[in-house]
Nanobody, 125 residues
Framework: QVQLVESGGGLVQTGGSLRLSCAASGRTFSSYSMGWFRQAPGKEREFLASINWIGTIINYADPAQGRFTISRDNARNTVYLQMNSLKPDDTAVYHC??????????????????WGQGTQVTVSS
């Protein structure tokens, strides 16, 4: 069992930056690939970025490419999402998730086994 707690969300102006953190419980954090997803009001949850257990495989969705950076610190049981050049369209609840598929950094939501409750990001125009 893995418990995930996101933090770092908040209100930011267009063009600003935020760094989200996701802290995982347990001693097996390095056994999981980790992903970031978001869900905007009235929209389905979408994939943003994923990273395998050691950070050698990283995937980004188009909305994140070039603006967001995913990273992890296995010693701290934490995965991060650095978000730059934020736009109002980035307003959403951001979730981290853990997948037992530790080697591949999966993109599909159905491949993730544990989810955090989410942190709200609001970008004002």
């Amino acid at each position: 069992q893995v418990q995930l707690v996101e933090s770092g969300g908040g209100l930011v102006q267009t063009g600003g930056s935020l760094r989200l953190s996701c802290a995982a419980s347990g001693r097996t954090f390095s056994s999981y690939s980790m992903g970031w997803f978001r869900q905007a009001p009235g929209k389905e949850r979408e994939f943003l970025a994923s990273i395998n257990w050691i950070g050698t495989i990283i995937n980004y969705a188009d909305p994140a490419q070039g603006r967001f950076t995913i990273s992890r610190d296995n010693a701290r049981n934490t995965v991060y999402l650095q978000m730059n050049s934020l736009k109002p369209d980035d307003t959403a609840v951001y979730h981290c998730a853990a997948s037992r598929l530790q080697f591949g950094a999966p993109l599909a939501q159905r491949l993730y086994d544990y989810w955090g409750q989410g942190t709200q990001v609001t970008v004002s125009s």
